[in-house]
């Protein structure tokens, strides 16, 4: 019986190695003291939100996700100090930045407009405007890297956040990692799509009446809920079909589309070519992910070139119906609305706003 | 009595084992793989066009239903194992005739072994299926989108693309046909004698002609000159449409 407990024993001291790191060069100063006792959280939904993804190698835990918000707002994560996660996705805007296309170091601009970061843990078919990246985890590395964001290495990261005070001992709360040595890029990885996981809006004015019966929508609010949803019996020339891509609860499909934004001869003449720059698929240039319209009137401007001021030139251009491009949607169709239909769907819109999700104090950037 | 405990999880172990190989032994996968036409044609989305009835060419960009309680069919005729609740099978990636004729496959896990004399396939989402909702479901299940909120039904199948009605070149005219709703769901039984074996791959191979689904066999059909939209349970297209698809879809043998 004895050896067996010695065989247990063996076993378990075999499974708590950390692989790749050779102790026995380790200088007295690496070593990282604290405690490591991870907290295992499930995130906190209502009844008529999808269940999320599991990502089995990076379970939730109240550390993890505590270290992730504290690398989100540091802008320690770009090469000159000055651009953080949050300095494009700022939370009081839905985690956008208010801007056509985001700037990152030394007034670099990009192409591209900063995305809400609302309900990432049911993105189910890729992160960025044009799919790139298949999770957060892996997504995480691209705007550090980028020259024109922060403008850094994983390596030049992890010296940093090496010599900080405090960054070893979150370090090691979150993964349990014994000395500085093992802090490594995948885990401040894990740790921010964890927190980016965490930010879950499901509490808007839509959320309480349509879900809990809790209050009624305005009389101009109720006439643009049935515009927005509304699939008619016969075919009419007002239905804008807004939920075929931005389906309830979460107001996004998950897919890449040409919304017909643009007017162009052949696919390759895109000037940004979106999903089909990324797969190489000739049809799929100028396709774009579908954002959710949760907190849509937070996340000005719109379109993955800010193009729109507002949700009222956004409605305009839909209701053109595109420019017959091969791979246009075909759910991009011309509808008329009077400025009453217009102004009625934009407050349907505004309903989608959850002031308890920019505002919650989990999201802010938190207090060293 | 050492031994004897020592040699208790051996013994459990064992017979786990034995249990185990007998479970893989009895049960197998099996691939329901579906290809697409429009008539003789593969069907390919954007690439390719299709003719039409009354002088219409059309380019498709989507296509795809949803496949629910599929059950395999005893020798007696009735009822055998359920092998699958529901799935969504899109051919809107099918951007080439190599991805057509690869088709769509959803695959099925711990399938009963045996033989079988026939498969049957419920088309759209099963009534007890359609009272659900997305929030049921986690984020990657096939029911988690394509949900009406305001007709309390899943979207059982969408077909969209263009056509070009006036003959013109120009595909003007963007054809969205979304069907759903409880009495748009039909079944069929395709019986043909199917044995399923352990350790090998097992396929059964459906064919769907879009085409057959607008156009009926006394030829009347859908006429995208007057109508390109249907997003409804009631209309009586989308009755057409689902009773078209009953015709449509057959087994390869």
């Known amino acids: 019986m004895r050896s067996i407990i010695f065989l247990a024993l063996f076993l378990a001291s075999c499974s708590k190695g950390s692989p790749g790191v050779d102790c026995t060069a380790c200088e007295e100063t690496d070593v990282i003291e604290g405690a490591y006792m991870p907290e295992y959280v499930n995130l906190e939904l209502p009844a008529w939100a999808p269940e999320p993804l599991e990502v089995e190698d990076n379970p939730l835990t109240r550390q993890g996700i505590a270290l992730g918000r504290r690398l989100f707002f540091d802008p320690l994560l770009s090469s000159d100090g000055t651009v953080s996660c949050a300095s494009c996705h700022d939370p009081a805007k839905s985690f956008t930045d208010g801007a056509a296309i985001s700037t990152g170091v030394e007034g670099r601009t990009g192409t591209r407009s900063a995305m809400a970061l609302v309900n990432l843990a049911f993105h189910s078919n890729g992160f960025f405007w044009d799919g790139r990246s298949p999770d957060l985890e892996s997504q995480v590395l691209i705007p550090i890297t980028d020259t024109r964001e922060m403008n850094t290495s994983p390596e030049q990261v992890m010296e940093k956040l090496r010599r900080h005070g405090d960054y070893p001992r979150l370090f090691r709360e979150a993964f349990g990692i014994g000395r500085k040595s093992e802090m490594s890029f995948e885990q401040l990885s894990k740790a921010i799509a964890q927190f980016e996981r965490s930010l879950t809006s499901f509490n808007s004015r839509f959320d309480r009446v349509v879900w809990l019966n809790e209050g009624w929508f305005t009389d101009a609010e109720e006439r643009g809920r049935q515009l927005f949803f509304i699939e008619p019996f016969v075919q009419i020339d007002n239905h804008p079909g807004c939920s075929h891509c931005h389906l309830s609860p979460l107001f996004m499909d998950n897919a890449y589309r040409n919304n017909g934004l643009d007017s162009v001869g052949t696919l390759e003449q895109f000037s940004d070519p979106g999903l089909g720059g990324f797969n190489g698929r000739p049809f799929d240039r100028g396709k774009f992910k579908v954002t959710t319209l949760r907190n849509i009137a937070l996340t000005a401007p719109y379109m993955h070139d800010g193009r729109f001021e507002t949700l009222e030139e956004v409605l305009d251009n839909y209701a053109k119906g595109g420019h017959g491009v091969v791979n246009e949607d075909a759910n991009i169709l011309p509808f008329r609305l009077d400025e009453q239909q217009k102004a009625d769907l934009i407050a349907f819109l505004h309903t989608l706003t959850d002031t308890s999700f920019v505002n919650n104090p989990a999201f802010q950037k938190p207090v060293p | ?253």
């Open chain 2, 1 to 253: 009595m050492k031994k004897i405990f020592l040699f208790l999880p051996l013994l459990w172990i064992l017979a786990f084992s034995a249990c185990q190989q007998d479970k893989e032994a009895s049960l197998t996968d099996l691939t329901l793989n579906f290809t697409a036409d429009f008539a003789e044609d593969p069907l390919v989305m954007y690439g390719r066009t299709y003719a039409y009835p009354n002088s219409t060419d059309f380019r498709l960009q989507l296509f795809q239903f949803y496949i629910s309680d599929v059950y395999l069919i005893k020798s007696d005729g009735t009822a055998g194992p359920k092998v699958l609740d529901v799935a969504l099978v899109s051919f809107g990636g099918v951007q080439s005739e190599s991805e057509a004729a690869q088709g769509v496959s959803v695959v099925l896990k711990d399938v009963p072994v045996g033989q079988y004399s026939g498969i049957r396939l419920g088309l759209g989402v099963d009534p007890v299926l359609n009272k659900t909702q997305p929030g049921d479901y986690r984020v990657d299940h096939p029911l988690s989108t394509n949900y009406w909120l305001m007709s309390n039904s899943y979207v059982f199948s969408k077909i969209e693309g263009n056509a070009d009605t006036d003959g013109s070149g120009n595909f003007n005219a963007e054809v969205t046909l979304h069907v759903g709703g409880d009495n748009n769901y039909r079944e069929k039984t395709f019986p043909q004698p199917i044995e399923l074996r352990a350790g090998q791959p097992n396929s059964l191979g459906f064919s769907v002609d879009l085409r057959r689904m607008l156009v009926d066999d006394t030829g009347k059909f859908l006429n995208f000159a007057m109508m390109t939209q249907i997003h409804s349970d009631q209309s009586p297209w989308a009755v057409f449409i689902s009773d078209n698809f009953m015709e449509a879809i057959s087994m390869r043998k």
